[in-house]
Each structure stands twice: as C-alpha cells, then as structure tokens.
C-alpha cells in the first residue's frame, strides 16, 4: 500500500509542477478551467494525475515515447475520462 502511495504521489507531484511551471501550456488552463467550473482543488489536481497517468502508462506498454498531443487531448476533455 505504501508503494501506491508513492506512485500516487509522483503522479500530483508532476501534475503540480506541470502547473506551476506552465509546461504543457494545457496544465494550467485545465486545471484553471476545471477550479472555475466548481470541481475542488483536490478533484482537479486526481483527475489530472489520472490521466497522466494513462499516459504514461500506455507509453510504458506501447515502448513508445510519451506523447505530449494525446496527454493535451485527454486533459481538454476533463472531467471526463474515456
């Protein structure tokens, strides 16, 4: 369980720094996007992770690079997650 809770935490951590320094660009107007639409802190900040986690996991699976268009493409159609 300790090991999911960090896994976890790597996955906000990202998310947060993505935020923060504007990287993707579609980081920040997501979440901004998402706060503006009532979803709290928290809920923005799972959601974001979770689709980065997708991601990363379909780049881990695929033995592909991460790709960056499809991660936008998920975090527009927030809160959402196909």
Known sequence: ???ERTVK????DSVLRQIDSGD????RLTYDR???DGLSNNETL???AAVLKI???KM???SAAFDAASYSKLLK???RID
């Open 46 to 48: 799972q959601l974001m």
């Open 34 to 36: 998402l706060i503006d």
């Open 9 to 12: 935490d790597a996955f906000l």
């Open 55 to 57: 991601e990363t996991n």
């Open 60 to 62: 881990l699976s695929e």
């Open 1 to 3: 369980m300790a090991e």
């Open 77 to 79: 159609k927030l809160p």
């Open 24 to 27: 993707p660009p579609e980081a």
